[in-house]
């Protein structure tokens, strides 16, 4: 085969790789932008959270076998959307309790907005979780493997015969996934009561108070769907690749970086931010060593918020 | 603040604390305790050195492991690879701190909030990959037996409690040099106030971009020696999240914006979190982590200036708040009214064909006029006619799509707030920005800093200034506690400590009482009968009728009419657009 031809083969791998892997991070990035890009709470611990719906995920699935009835094939993918909704419940409490000290109206209008502890109390949380989580889970690297994780399905490419693709299982079934859990998450924000209470409090919340709104809870609802929605992110990413306590500070930033790319505000923009970040991870790949796989995170997450801090779609604004 | 006294007190507490330090340091001879006693210095440097950037600042930093690192790993690679002593490689490793602050502060400081602080985060994590990759996973430091003391290698630990206690006392005073000068209230101004810095004349990118210089090279100095105490370097010890994290949790702790925090804090949890550690490590691996996130999510609930503010609160709490008493305003130097036809004067600002769009909005469309030299100049219109964005256009806060700005025959055009202040045009806001946390002399000494070169001159300035409006007696008084009124004397008195030629009044009247009113049309009136032009944005017709040589109408961004108060008032198209059928009716009936 030519050296064009075999160019081509790496490249489409990288390309497909590079669109489930973002599908993932895209449904990461949209819990995020509900809490940073709507409700502008800064989450440091939003990788934190994306840690403990893996744990989650591995001792529901791994540890207890407790969806032994579902098979080693559906298991962990229904395991990472129960891990939603409990970690739903923990992201509402930690809001209830030590967030809405710092977010929300109380701070409004203030110095900085508050932005200043909302960094350094979620960093706070940060290390309790990472650090508590080495001292319930220890260090060693888990996994959620699947029986697909260790199959792929063969694409032949149409030009030659001998030329493939190949595509794990277990991350198209992820990607599959994190699609649906966005699209649904995509109605719900956009179509019911409920979302548009919660777009209502986010987007003037003085005004969503007169209209009868109970700002309060839309908070703590929306910043507990942002928990959540990453959880499932999570687990779906357990399913293919190890981790251990630390693991959410290599996801922190790749969030972020989405989120801003994306556009502040918007669901889908933080969707395919996290897809375009899922493309340069890959795609940078096929010119840089894997070691600086994360590294080019960093300097493109530098670029996006030093070029285009509004993102792709949005629009510069800034009042004196 | 400013007294001497305090400067002594605080140097003989620095000398004092280094001297017990050092002398309890002799007296342990457990090496364990040793080492406690040169690790809680070390890590009081690195939070003097966030804290120098944005304790005062207010910009977080989640990315001073970047520094430490590479001053860490600069001592290191000198020493293991091309035999450089510690000695010289810890001021190496500062070069390089400082330089990484001037490539990491230029782009960055462009970002403000959450924005400026995930960056900061991306760089350390950046370069912790980057020097795995380079392939310095674990690097030790040899043992150099010929000549130990040469190469910063000492049998004596104490020898180390003495260079790491040196090292705090050096950046002690570097901080309280930087707390007492322009340097150090700059920075404050900048972190209470941005905009209200840049228009008062300070070169707020500048003394950041110092911040982060020195900063850096402190934090690499504290890497460097670091470095030579534990002997070996790994990306995850030295650009690790938990290092940026102990730098920021030390001063948050102790308190955030002044010299004694750092050193509180990394004091009190220093020796906490290495005791668990060492006693608890092997069976609970994580612990010191947890300890530190619990002690700052405590810190942010109960105290978030952290323990020294709350402590200082605590024990000056029976002083009343209110100081001094209210002095009634000054009596005005000369109360001339305004004449009927201007005179003719010298055009000090020419504004040409200026125009800004936001998105499809035409904020300003087109605006040609002149402001004579010496005159009271009135800019009226509708709400969201383009008043304000004029002004921020005309003292350099947006770039306007095209047109020219000429102030006393200089293009004003891309020149930085701070730059166009010191030129001469002050600014007052339609929302008083004020340094809430800053006594009322010292805001007005900030904005005194553009004119003047000595510290001594500028508070001459910031009093005379205060004295033209009144404000004297509540010089010592906080800003936070002023009422409505004495807020936009103050902000005045800011703009005139810095002698501006030209001064821009957005909306000075709003919020104020009728006899309110009156008191600061006096004081308008005795700006300009001292030579001072001012431009006033306002609503009140009333007294803009009264004190107002000419009026300026504006509309949708376009100047619908200039001319006389009298003959605007009349004028058919200004009332349909912005006076409205009230005034007309008024008028039929006076």
Same mark, same amino acid.
């Given at each position: 085969?030519?050296?064009?031809?075999?160019?081509?083969?790496?490249?489409?791998?990288?390309?497909?790789?590079? %669109? +489930?892997?973002?599908? &993932?991070?895209?449904?990461?990035?949209? /819990?995020?932008? *509900?809490? $940073? #890009?709507? =409700?502008?709470?800064?989450?440091?611990?939003?990788?934190?959270?994306?840690?403990?719906?893996?744990?989650?995920?591995?001792?529901?699935?791994?540890?207890?076998?407790?969806?032994?009835?579902?098979?080693?094939?559906?298991?962990?993918?229904?395991?990472?959307?129960?891990?939603?909704?409990?970690?739903?419940?923990?992201?509402?409490?930690?809001?209830?309790?030590?967030?809405?000290?710092?977010?929300?109206?109380?701070?409004?209008?203030?110095?900085?907005?508050?932005?200043?502890?909302?960094? %350094? +109390?979620?960093?706070? &949380?940060?290390?309790?979780?990472?650090? /508590?989580?080495? *001292?319930? $889970? #220890?260090? =060693?690297?888990?996994?959620?493997?699947?029986?697909?994780?260790?199959?792929?399905?063969?694409?032949?490419?149409?030009?030659?015969?001998?030329?493939?693709?190949?595509?794990?299982?277990?991350?198209?079934?992820?990607?599959?996934?994190?699609?649906?859990?966005?699209?649904?998450?995509?109605?719900?924000?956009?179509?019911?009561?409920?979302?548009?209470?919660?777009?209502?409090?986010?987007?003037?919340?003085?005004?969503?108070?007169?209209?009868?709104?109970?700002?309060?809870?839309?908070?703590? %609802?929306?910043?507990?769907?942002?928990?959540?929605?990453?959880?499932?992110?999570?687990?779906?990413?357990?399913?293919?690749?190890?981790?251990?306590?630390?693991?959410?500070?290599?996801?922190?930033?790749?969030?972020?970086?989405?989120?801003?790319?994306?556009?502040?505000?918007?669901?889908?923009?933080?969707?395919?931010?996290?897809?375009?970040?899922?493309?340069?991870?890959?795609?940078?790949?096929?010119?840089?060593?894997?070691?600086?796989?994360?590294?080019?995170?960093?300097?493109?997450?530098?670029?996006?918020?030093?070029?285009?801090?509004?993102?792709?779609?949005?629009?510069?604004?800034?009042?004196? | 603040?400013?007294?001497?006294?305090?400067?002594?007190?605080?140097?003989?507490?620095?000398?004092?604390?280094?001297?017990?330090?050092?002398?309890?340091?002799?007296?342990?001879?457990?090496?364990?305790?040793?080492?406690?006693?040169?690790?809680?210095?070390?890590?009081?440097?690195?939070?003097?050195?966030?804290?120098?950037?944005?304790?005062?600042?207010?910009?977080?930093?989640?990315?001073?492991?970047?520094?430490?690192?590479?001053?860490?790993?600069?001592?290191?690679?000198?020493?293991?690879?091309?035999?450089?002593?510690?000695?010289?490689?810890?001021?190496?490793?500062?070069?390089?701190?400082?330089?990484?602050?001037?490539?990491?502060?230029?782009?960055?400081?462009?970002?403000?909030?959450?924005?400026?602080?995930?960056?900061?985060?991306?760089?350390?994590?950046?370069?912790?990959?980057?020097?795995?990759?380079?392939?310095?996973?674990?690097?030790?430091?040899?043992?150099?037996?010929?000549?130990?003391?040469?190469?910063?290698?000492?049998?004596?630990?104490?020898?180390?409690?003495?260079?790491?206690?040196?090292?705090?006392?050096?950046?002690?005073?570097?901080?309280?040099?930087?707390?007492?000068?322009?340097?150090?209230?700059?920075?404050?101004?900048?972190?209470?106030?941005?905009?209200?810095?840049?228009?008062?004349?300070?070169?707020?990118?500048?003394?950041?971009?110092?911040?982060?210089?020195?900063?850096?090279?402190?934090?690499?100095?504290?890497?460097?020696?670091?470095?030579?105490?534990?002997?070996?370097?790994?990306?995850?010890?030295?650009?690790?999240?938990?290092?940026?994290?102990?730098?920021?949790?030390?001063?948050?702790?102790?308190?955030?914006?002044?010299?004694?925090?750092?050193?509180?804090?990394?004091?009190?949890?220093?020796?906490?979190?290495?005791?668990?550690?060492?006693?608890?490590?092997?069976?609970?691996?994580?612990?010191?982590?947890?300890?530190?996130?619990?002690?700052?999510?405590?810190?942010?609930?109960?105290?978030?200036?952290?323990?020294?503010?709350?402590?200082?609160?605590?024990?000056?709490?029976?002083?009343?708040?209110?100081?001094?008493?209210?002095?009634?305003?000054?009596?005005?130097?000369?109360?001339?009214?305004?004449?009927?036809?201007?005179?003719?004067?010298?055009?000090?600002?020419?504004?040409?064909?200026?125009?800004?769009?936001?998105?499809?909005?035409?904020?300003?469309?087109?605006?040609?006029?002149?402001?004579?030299?010496?005159?009271?100049?009135?800019?009226?219109?509708?709400?969201?006619?383009?008043?304000?964005?004029?002004?921020?256009?005309?003292?350099?806060?947006?770039?306007?799509?095209?047109?020219?700005?000429?102030?006393?025959?200089?293009?004003?055009?891309?020149?930085?707030?701070?730059?166009?202040?010191?030129?001469?045009?002050?600014?007052?806001?339609?929302?008083?920005?004020?340094?809430?946390?800053?006594?009322?002399?010292?805001?007005?000494?900030?904005?005194?800093?553009?004119?003047?070169?000595?510290?001594?001159?500028?508070?001459?300035?910031?009093?005379?200034?205060?004295?033209?409006?009144?404000?004297?007696?509540?010089?010592?008084?906080?800003?936070?506690?002023?009422?409505?009124?004495?807020?936009?004397?103050?902000?005045?008195?800011?703009?005139?400590?810095?002698?501006?030629?030209?001064?821009?009044?957005?909306?000075?009247?709003?919020?104020?009482?009728?006899?309110?009113?009156?008191?600061?049309?006096?004081?308008?009136?005795?700006?300009?009968?001292?030579?001072?032009?001012?431009?006033?944005?306002?609503?009140?017709?009333?007294?803009?009728?009264?004190?107002?040589?000419?009026?300026?109408?504006?509309?949708?961004?376009?100047?619908?009419?200039?001319?006389?108060?009298?003959?605007?008032?009349?004028?058919?198209?200004?009332?349909?657009?912005?006076?409205?059928?009230?005034?007309?009716?008024?008028?039929?009936?006076?």
């Amino acid at each position: 085969m030519s050296q064009f031809g075999t160019f081509v083969e790496i490249f489409l791998q990288a390309l497909l790789a590079g %669109i +489930l892997i973002g599908a &993932i991070y895209g449904l990461m990035c949209v /819990g995020l932008g *509900i809490i $940073f #890009g709507v =409700m502008r709470v800064i989450n440091f611990a939003q990788g934190e959270f994306l840690m403990l719906g893996m744990y989650f995920t591995f001792y529901l699935v791994v540890g207890y076998n407790l969806l032994w009835f579902l098979g080693p094939s559906v298991g962990p993918y229904v395991g990472a959307l129960i891990a939603g909704p409990v970690l739903f419940v923990l992201g509402y409490l930690l809001h209830r309790f030590l967030i809405a000290r710092v977010t929300g109206i109380s701070v409004a209008g203030t110095e900085s907005e508050g932005h200043y502890p909302q960094l %350094i +109390l979620t960093l706070g &949380i940060a290390l309790v979780l990472q650090n /508590g989580g080495l *001292i319930l $889970f #220890g260090s =060693m690297p888990q996994s959620v493997r699947t029986p697909l994780s260790s199959r792929a399905w063969e694409v032949p490419l149409l030009y030659n015969a001998n030329a493939a693709v190949f595509l794990n299982k277990a991350r198209v079934v992820a990607a599959l996934v994190s699609v649906v859990v966005a699209v649904a998450l995509y109605f719900l924000i956009n179509r019911s009561r409920l979302g548009k209470t919660l777009r209502a409090a986010a987007d003037n919340a003085s005004a969503a108070i007169y209209m009868g709104i109970d700002v309060d809870r839309a908070y703590r %609802i929306a910043f507990g769907i942002g928990i959540g929605i990453t959880a499932i992110a999570g687990g779906l990413v357990a399913t293919y690749n190890p981790f251990q306590p630390y693991i959410g500070l290599d996801f922190v930033i790749i969030m972020y970086a989405g989120v801003v790319l994306g556009g502040m505000g918007s669901i889908l923009g933080a969707f395919w931010g996290g897809m375009t970040i899922g493309l340069v991870q890959q795609l940078s790949t096929l010119v840089l060593p894997t070691q600086l796989q994360n590294a080019t995170i960093f300097v493109v997450f530098l670029l996006i918020v030093m070029v285009r801090p509004q993102g792709l779609f949005g629009r510069a604004t800034e009042r004196v | 603040m400013r007294s001497r006294r305090n400067l002594y007190a605080s140097l003989i507490a620095i000398f004092v604390i280094a001297a017990v330090w050092i002398g309890l340091g002799l007296v342990v001879n457990n090496s364990y305790y040793q080492l406690m006693f040169t690790l809680v210095p070390i890590w009081a440097v690195l939070g003097l050195s966030w804290n120098l950037l944005s304790g005062y600042t207010g910009l977080v930093s989640f990315g001073h492991a970047a520094f430490f690192g590479l001053g860490a790993y600069t001592v290191t690679i000198a020493l293991v690879q091309y035999d450089i002593t510690p000695w010289l490689g810890i001021p190496l490793g500062m070069i390089v701190g400082t330089l990484a602050g001037v490539v990491i502060g230029y782009p960055t400081f462009r970002l403000r909030g959450h924005y400026f602080a995930l960056s900061m985060l991306a760089y350390p994590m950046a370069l912790l990959y980057v020097f795995v990759w380079l392939g310095y996973q674990e690097v030790s430091l040899p043992m150099k037996r010929e000549a130990p003391a040469y190469f910063m290698q000492f049998a004596d630990y104490r020898v180390y409690i003495a260079l790491a206690v040196g090292l705090l006392v050096v950046s002690l005073l570097i901080s309280l040099a930087i707390e007492r000068s322009r340097f150090g209230l700059s920075l404050v101004a900048i972190k209470q106030n941005e905009p209200a810095a840049e228009a008062a004349g300070i070169d707020t990118l500048a003394w950041k971009m110092r911040a982060i210089m020195l900063s850096g090279a402190l934090a690499a100095a504290a890497g460097g020696l670091y470095a030579v105490v534990q002997l070996l370097v790994t990306p995850d010890s030295v650009f690790g999240m938990l290092t940026s994290a102990q730098a920021l949790i030390v001063a948050l702790f102790g308190g955030v914006g002044t010299l004694w925090g750092p050193l509180i804090g990394s004091a009190i949890l220093i020796p906490l979190s290495e005791t668990l550690q060492a006693n608890l490590g092997d069976k609970i691996p994580g612990i010191q982590g947890v300890v530190y996130g619990i002690a700052i999510i405590l810190v942010v609930v109960l105290a978030p200036e952290g323990i020294f503010w709350r402590v200082r609160d605590w024990v000056r709490r029976p002083r009343a708040v209110g100081l001094g008493q209210v002095d009634p305003i000054a009596p005005p130097l000369a109360a001339a009214a305004p004449e009927p036809v201007p005179p003719q004067r010298q055009p000090i600002l020419i504004v040409a064909n200026l125009s800004k769009s936001f998105g499809g909005l035409r904020a300003v469309a087109d605006a040609s006029f002149a402001v004579g030299d010496g005159e009271i100049l009135g800019i009226i219109g509708p709400n969201g006619a383009g008043k304000t964005t004029l002004f921020n256009l005309l003292n350099g806060f947006l770039p306007p799509n095209s047109g020219s700005v000429t102030f006393a025959g200089r293009e004003l055009i891309g020149l930085k707030p701070n730059r166009i202040c010191r030129l001469g045009i002050g600014r007052t806001f339609q929302v008083v920005r004020a340094f809430a946390r800053l006594s009322v002399l010292d805001n007005v000494v900030i904005g005194a800093y553009g004119k003047t070169v000595s510290e001594a001159e500028a508070v001459a300035a910031a009093t005379a200034a205060l004295a033209q409006v009144g404000l004297t007696g509540r010089a010592g008084a906080l800003a936070g506690s002023l009422t409505n009124k004495e807020l936009r004397l103050m902000e005045l008195a800011r703009a005139l400590a810095g002698e501006p030629r030209l001064l821009l009044m957005d909306e000075p009247l709003a919020g104020l009482a009728s006899h309110e009113i009156e008191d600061m049309l006096e004081v308008i009136r005795a700006l300009a009968a001292r030579g001072t032009t001012v431009v006033i944005i306002e609503h009140t017709m009333r007294a803009m009728v009264r004190l107002a040589e000419r009026f300026i109408v504006l509309d949708h961004g376009a100047i619908l009419a200039t001319g006389h108060p009298g003959e605007i008032v009349k004028d058919e198209s200004v009332i349909e657009a912005y006076l409205g059928k009230k005034w007309a009716a008024i008028r039929a009936r006076g």
